[in-house]
């Protein structure tokens, strides 16, 4: 892969990525350490669903991660540790403490049982152990499944048995603001529902008194005492599963997306090299590496963004990436700006609702400090929209710093479309161009193929990329019908774009009944099923709505019972119900009680108006001709203005 600094390379790049690409991805996997080179590059089948990057060959991805830059840059800085508090001393880890780090655990999991192909759970705060837990899983050849440490015991339960997770690996607690979340109480509370789990490993991290189970739990610097700090990697196949990540769909219940090692890998530096042009300053003497860039991804290691740009690319690149424990907000609302001067950190990605909250509390903020050493931004997560993107420009990158909206999802691994740092393309609003390698198109509702500029439709990709989804776990069959199936031969993100008369791309989201709450995503499904676990709940419809800071808010329409004596009260304990089903993330901001949904004949809840009406769009709900009882509609209309 040559480097790309001028959009005409990107072109060439990219329609060498359409008319060779088995060549142009074996030229980069050719830059990665393998145990055995691959029989063949591609094997794939949009239509049974099976997709095999570099079959044949073996490896392990954390020697790419570590082993092969001690021989370069041993002591150049892995991981930064910034803490919730900003007063805690940083820490620093090198490439080679990061190292002899990931060969102790590895031990510490093959003394208590672990085995190539084991699924263990991760659920733990910001912390470098964490990155640790994930590579020394990767490193034996077994499957970590990262459940966000913001996730209820209930989450937590679902994610450790659909996967049958052995080991459990946590903290006593976590720090976020001037909070102190008990994670190990939490764990304890799913444990009793977990039978496959075996044992938990215990990180200290707030010194919280937690209950150890004798002969199950363990304390992580215990275990850490007793083992040899050298490792030899699992020799792994290229397409074994390095891990599984749960994800909310349309359906109730989150999926296990499966990724592979050795596409995953390719793609994780690939695109984190390319989109961010992420190079390594000139070595003072010419010899070695010179000096990293400072990375700093602020998404938590409990969703993708976090394995593909925390831990995985950065590391695959030989990057200096920063980890933050904290919130934005804490102690003030300029603790980004001022961690950013204090580790002088010079790539800096973040999710638009972070943006947004931040503008909101006012320039005072940034104006503080100078920020100076950033050279490039990053968005993720939801559209940015134009106020938030000129803020960010300006405000944090002071007129010099181009942004790259990265567009992609869970399910593909890393980027897939985003303009290229430094080529000129980054468009206020818009996820810009393709990565080489991802063939993007857009199709109407019967699947035609919208050709040509200036046109909107349903964002399909027509050939397999390396980070790829393979299959949702334990059920293949799914996978296929989610994502392989509403076009025939093609991969369906479930999004909206526009492809403007320039050729840029525009995500204008999700076209099913997926939200995207600051950045998170959430199955409405999944909240109604939380809703109606409340006793008095009959039925509930949720819709996402537009929300100033959020991008969505949840609004949820509840039928219940009989007449609610007290609805705040009501309210607040279907909140409480959905913080113990989900987790805070998923609370509604508005409830509305209702007496009845809009249904069509066959008993379908008509969403459509139910957005309308969560918009504030009253005066023009549609056809409405078709429902059961179009009179509820009005009762809903007169519920709603009295929310407002
Ligand atoms: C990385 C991540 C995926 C969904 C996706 C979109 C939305 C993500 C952008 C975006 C517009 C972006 N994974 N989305 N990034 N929409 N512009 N730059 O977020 O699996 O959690 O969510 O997020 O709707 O389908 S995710």
Not at 62 to 90: G, K, M, S, W, Y
Not at 381 to 392: L, S
Not at 602 to 609: A, N, T
Not at 612 to 619: L, M, Y
Request: hydrophobic share 35%; with cysteine; aromatic share 10%.
């Amino acid at each position: 892969m040559k480097t790309i600094s001028t959009f005409a390379e990107y072109q060439s790049e990219y329609k060498k990525s359409v008319e060779t690409p088995e060549l142009f991805w074996a030229e980069h996997a050719e830059t990665f350490t393998w145990k055995k080179k691959w029989d063949k590059v591609l094997d794939w089948n949009f239509v049974d669903l099976n997709i095999k990057w570099f079959d044949g060959g073996t490896l392990n991805i954390t020697e790419n991660c570590l082993d092969r830059h001690l021989e370069t840059q041993p002591n150049q800085t892995a991981i930064i540790f910034e803490a919730n508090d900003p007063n805690e001393p940083v820490r620093k880890i090198t490439y080679k403490e990061l190292h002899t780090e990931v060969c102790k655990f590895a031990n510490v999991l093959l003394s208590n049982g672990a085995k190539k192909g084991d699924r263990i759970c991760i659920y733990m705060p910001m912390v470098p152990e964490a990155a640790v837990a994930m590579l020394a899983c990767a490193r034996i050849g077994a499957i970590h499944n990262v459940v966000f440490g913001g996730f209820s015991a209930n989450s937590l339960v679902d994610r450790i048995n659909d996967s049958a997770v052995n080991i459990l690996i946590t903290s006593d607690g976590s720090f976020r603001g001037n909070k102190q979340i008990g994670l190990k109480e939490i764990a304890d509370e799913a444990l009793k529902l977990t039978p496959s789990v075996k044992t938990t490993i215990v990180l200290k991290r707030t010194g919280q008194t937690v209950n150890m189970l004798a002969g199950r739990d363990k304390w992580y610097h215990e275990e850490m005492q007793n083992v040899a700090a050298t490792h030899i990697a699992a020799e792994v196949n290229a397409e074994d599963e390095l891990f599984i990540l749960y994800t909310s769909g349309s359906t109730g219940k989150p999926k296990g997306v499966v990724h592979t090692t050795a596409g995953y890998m390719v793609f994780a530096e690939y695109s984190f090299r390319n989109v961010f042009q992420y190079r390594h300053k000139p070595s003072p003497n010419g010899e070695g590496m010179g000096e990293a860039p400072i990375f700093w991804c602020t998404a938590d290691v409990g969703w993708i963004t976090g394995h593909t740009y925390i831990v995985y690319g950065p590391l695959l690149a030989g990057a200096t990436t920063l980890m933050f424990e904290g919130i934005p907000t804490y102690p003030d609302a300029g603790r980004f700006w001022h961690a950013i001067d204090k580790h002088k950190v010079n790539i800096f990605y973040t999710a638009p609702t972070a943006i947004r909250s931040l503008m909101a509390m006012g320039d005072e903020f940034p104006a503080k400090y100078k920020m100076d050493s950033l050279q490039i931004l990053g968005s993720v997560g939801e559209p940015i929209n134009e106020e938030a993107w000129h803020w960010y420009h300006e405000k944090i990158g002071h007129g010099n710093c181009p942004i790259c909206d990265t567009y992609w999802q869970t399910e593909t691994g890393g980027f897939l479309i985003s303009p290229l740092a430094n080529i000129g393309k980054d468009k206020p609003a818009h996820a810009g161009f393709p990565l080489p390698g991802i063939q993007t198109i857009l199709v109407d509702s019967e699947g035609k193929v919208l050709e040509g500029n200036g046109v909107e439709g349903n964002l399909c990709i027509k050939f397999p990329w390396p980070s790829a989804i393979r299959t949702t776990y334990g059920d293949h069959e799914r996978c296929k019908q989610t994502y392989f199936s509403t076009y025939k031969g093609l991969y369906f993100t479930g999004d909206g774009a526009k492809r403007d008369t320039d050729g840029y791309y525009r995500i204008l989201g999700r076209v099913d009944d997926v939200m995207n709450v600051s950045g998170h995503r959430i199955g409405t499904a999944e909240v109604e099923n939380a809703i109606n676990e409340h006793p008095a709940v009959v039925e509930s419809a949720v819709v996402g709505y537009p929300h100033d800071i959020k991008g969505q808010g949840i609004y949820a329409y509840v039928i219940c019972d009989k007449a609610i004596a007290d609805e705040n009260e009501t309210r607040k304990e279907i909140l409480a119900v959905i913080t113990k089903v989900i987790g805070p993330i998923a609370k509604p901001d508005k409830i509305q009680f209702v007496k009845g949904l809009p249904k069509t004949r066959s008993g379908k809840i008509m969403r459509r108006i139910l957005r309308k009406i969560a918009e504030g769009e009253v005066s023009n709900l549609g056809d409405t001709s078709t429902l059961l009882d179009p009179a509820v509609v009005e009762d809903i209309k007169i519920g709603a203005e009295k929310l407002r």
